[in-house]
């Protein structure tokens, strides 16, 4: 199999994820926090879009969807346009406050279209392209993104978790 149908099948299985885990939630439930420092549903799904938007934008060398589009603004989260949720405190993830599921799945659909975009560009040879000499060894663009992949999968689990908690719980 070549190796960017590979990655597009495990990005569109993301899709389905985050679809399936945001749909029908209410403005609470999205926002619900087992604990006070808790991830809540809609700041791990605006994450994990933000660093697939992020690192996708950077191998294309593209305008992230955030802000080339208009997310950003829909959003208005009270950080800088370049924030992907490295190093947020409990209180900047209590500030992604979502009112509709559809804004998350509207973004997550609209930086999933660009990533399936770019992967059908590519070839096996352009995935072992160095992406980032910072790292030892160099880090090739197949590695990036199958990094990409795993935060995302980690980060949409965590929030199906939250969901079959809030949704038990009958919140929201």
Excluded at 33 to 45: E, G, H, M, T, Y
Excluded at 135 to 157: C, E, F, K
Aim: charged share 20%; net charge negative.
């Amino acid at each position: 199999m070549h190796g960017p149908d590979l990655l597009i099948d495990a990005f569109e299985r993301i899709r389905e994820r985050v679809h399936a885990t945001v749909g029908g939630l209410t403005p609470s439930q999205l926002a619900y926090r087992a604990d006070p420092d808790a991830n809540s549903i809609a700041w791990l799904v605006w994450h994990l879009t933000r660093v697939q938007d992020d690192h996708v934008a950077h191998l294309a060398g593209i305008d992230q969807v955030w802000t080339s589009g208009p997310w950003a603004h829909r959003f208005d989260l009270p950080f800088p346009p370049s924030a992907t949720g490295y190093g947020h405190s409990s209180a900047d993830v209590a500030a992604v406050v979502v009112a509709d599921p559809a804004l998350l799945t509207g973004y997550f659909d609209a930086t999933h279209e660009i990533t399936e975009g770019f992967l059908r560009e590519l070839d096996d040879e352009t995935l072992d392209r160095v992406a980032d000499e910072n790292w030892a060894p160099p880090v090739t663009m197949g590695v990036r993104l199958v990094s990409v992949i795993g935060d995302n999968y980690q980060h949409v689990g965590q929030a199906a978790f939250v969901r079959g908690i809030v949704t038990r719980l009958g919140t929201g």
